[in-house]
């Protein structure tokens, strides 16, 4: 917050900033999903392997 404080101080709002936060925001929560979604999914897939290997 300080950095973005200082960075609009001197050269004024730039919208360069703001897509860059957003960007960050977006990824940080899009990485947090995917970790979730694959502790949860992987058993399921895990289980579903198991069971195709099993009929070949």
Same mark, same amino acid.
Request: positive net charge; hydrophobic residues 55%; aromatic residues 10%.
């Given at each position: 917050m300080v950095l973005i404080a200082?960075?609009?101080?001197r050269r004024g709002f730039n919208g360069m900033i #703001?897509?860059?936060i957003l960007s960050g925001?977006? #990824?940080g929560l899009a990485s947090g999903v995917a970790g979730v979604a694959?502790?949860?999914l992987s058993?399921?897939?895990s289980t579903?392997?198991?069971a195709i290997v099993g009929l070949l």
């Open positions: 200082v960075w609009t101080k #703001l897509r860059a925001i977006s #990824l694959g502790y949860v058993p399921v897939v579903a392997g198991d």
